[in-house]
C-alpha cells in the first residue's frame, strides 16, 4: 500500500473489555514495530517484529498485552481486560530493513484508544 | 540506560526566528540518530537522521548538530515558519532485538511558530 494504515482509527472501550488494533504495513516491509504515545510521555517501544517472528518484546507493559504478525504482513496489537492507563495513541510502523536514513520507519496515523 | 532526554518540552518562536531542540542520551551503543516532526492527528515522519561519526548535517533550514563525547545532539531550525508548528521527538537507534534494532525516542517538543 502507499503508507502504513491502522484500523479502527479511534476505539472508546469500558474498562474490562478486550481490544484489537490492526495494521496494515507497507507493502514489503519486514519489519513491524508498535508503539505507545500518551500526552507528555513521547513514544513508547512496545514490541518488534521481523517476519513473523518476535524478537523484542521488551516494551509490552504487562501480560495484558499481546500481538501477533501473519503472513509477513498485518499485524495485530490485543488488549485484554483494559484499564484506563490503557488509554493512548497506539501507533504501528514499519520498515524496508535496518533502520537507516534510507530505510527509515514509516508510521501510520495511529489508533487512539480511550477507556471509559 | 536505555533514555533519551530532550528540551524543552514547548518552544515559542517568532517567524525567521531560530528553534533549538536539544536532546541528550547515555548508551554509548546507540549508531542512529534522527528526528521525526509529527502533525496533530499524523503520524511521526523521518525529517533528518545523522550518524556518530559525523558532527553535521544539513538539509534545507534544518540542521542537526551532534557531539559525541558529550553524548548530545540537536535540531537546529532556520528561519522558522508557521508551517513548521509541529512537535518534534528525537531518538536513537538501540542495538537489541536482532540486527534490526528499534528507535528509542525523546519525549518531544512541541514547538510554536508565531506569525
Known amino acids: 500500500g502507499a503508507g502504513v494504515s491502522q484500523s479502527p482509527s479511534n476505539k472508546v472501550t469500558e474498562k474490562g473489555k478486550d481490544v484489537e488494533l490492526r495494521c496494515d504495513p507497507i507493502?514489503?516491509?519486514?519489519?513491524l514495530y508498535w508503539y505507545r504515545q500518551s500526552l507528555g510521555q513521547g513514544l513508547e517501544f512496545l514490541i518488534y517484529?521481523?517476519?513473523?517472528?518476535?524478537?523484542?518484546k521488551s516494551g509490552l507493559p504487562s501480560d495484558r498485552f499481546s500481538a501477533e504478525r501473519t503472513g509477513g504482513s498485518v499485524s495485530t496489537l490485543t488488549i485484554q481486560r483494559t484499564q484506563q492507563e490503557d488509554s493512548a495513541v497506539y501507533l504501528c510502523?514499519?520498515?524496508?530493513?535496518?533502520?537507516?536514513?534510507?530505510?527509515?520507519?514509516?508510521f501510520g496515523n495511529g489508533t487512539r484508544l480511550t477507556v471509559t | 540506560q536505555q533514555q533519551v532526554k530532550q528540551s524543552p518540552q514547548s518552544l515559542i518562536v517568532q517567524k525567521g526566528g531560530i528553534s533549538i531542540i536539544n536532546c541528550a542520551y547515555e548508551?554509548?551503543?546507540?549508531?542512529?540518530f534522527p528526528w521525526y516532526q509529527q502533525f496533530p492527528g499524523k503520524g511521526p515522519a523521518l525529517l533528518i537522521a545523522?550518524?556518530?561519526?559525523?558532527s553535521e548535517k544539513k538539509e534545507g533550514r534544518f540542521t542537526i548538530s551532534f557531539n559525541k563525547s558529550a553524548k548530545q545532539f540537536s535540531l537546529h531550525i532556520m528561519d522558522s515558519q508557521p508551517g513548521d508548528s509541529a512537535t518534534y521527538f528525537c531518538?536513537?537507534?538501540?542495538?537489541?532485538?536482532?540486527?534490526?534494532?528499534?528507535?528509542?525516542f525523546g519525549k518531544g517538543t512541541k514547538l510554536s511558530v508565531k506569525p
Open positions: 507493502s514489503g516491509h519486514t519489519a
Open positions: 517484529f521481523q517476519g513473523n517472528s518476535a524478537p523484542d
Open positions: 548508551n554509548t551503543a546507540f549508531d542512529y
Open positions: 531518538a536513537a537507534r538501540g542495538a537489541y532485538g536482532g540486527s534490526q534494532g528499534n528507535l528509542i
Open positions: 510502523a514499519s520498515s524496508q530493513g535496518r533502520l537507516t536514513a534510507n530505510s527509515p520507519l514509516h
Open positions: 545523522i550518524r556518530p561519526d559525523v
